[in-house]
């Protein structure tokens, strides 16, 4: 589960990040929990954010995929595409996540896909689509992050707690 898959980063981002000497791939990581958990980004923009995420190991107790899961890897998806859109100088922090849960899924991968409703200078929702590996939609969810400014300690004490994957500042 640790091992890390090349990231799609745009190259104006990589160029961005390490020119303020960030560390790109534990940037826009899964996170501990998305990594516990077997989350790999694949691709990641501000105008999309793929990733996948096992089933086997997020499960509930019958067996199927735990809803909760998919809200880790739609706030994972949603989140990173925030971070890209509010770019190094904004910290992405998760206020609101919905989740509609379709159908159950007992086995193999699942892919979320998120996609930009509303993009501005504070806030950034993202419609995250979680499908399984017959392309059968499994899940649709809505993350709308505050975009705060970074500081150099990355204090984000006065506000919501962090996304996954955003309690590093740039």
């Known amino acids: 589960m640790g091992e890390q ?4 980063f745009p190259q104006e981002v990589i ?9 790109l791939p534990a940037l826009f990581s899964a996170g501990h ?3 516990r958990m077997g989350v790999q980004i694949v691709e990641a923009s501000a105008e999309r954010v793929v990733g996948t995420m096992p089933v086997e190991g997020n499960t509930q107790p019958y067996g199927l995929l735990h809803g909760g899961a998919s809200a880790v890897l739609a706030e994972t ?11 190094s100088t904004k910290l992405a922090v998760g206020v609101d996540l919905n989740c509609t849960h379709h159908r159950g899924v007992r ?10 409703v509303h ?3 504070s806030t950034a929702t993202y419609e995250i689509v979680i499908s399984d590996e017959h392309g059968k939609r499994v899940c649709t969810a809505r993350l709308t992050c505050m ?7 990355g204090d984000t004490t006065d506000g919501p707690g ?3 994957g955003n309690n590093t500042t740039a």
């Open 107 to 116: 086995s193999g991968l699942v892919t979320g896909v998120a996609t930009p």
């Open 119 to 121: 993009r501005g200078r």
């Open 15 to 23: 160029d961005e990040y390490a020119a303020l000497g960030v560390d």
């Open 77 to 87: 998806l949603g989140s990173v595409g925030s971070m890209l859109h509010g770019g």
């Open 33 to 35: 929990l998305g990594d």
């Open 5 to 8: 898959h090349t990231t799609k």
């Open 147 to 153: 975009l705060r400014p970074a500081t150099t300690t």
């Open 162 to 164: 962090t996304a996954p």
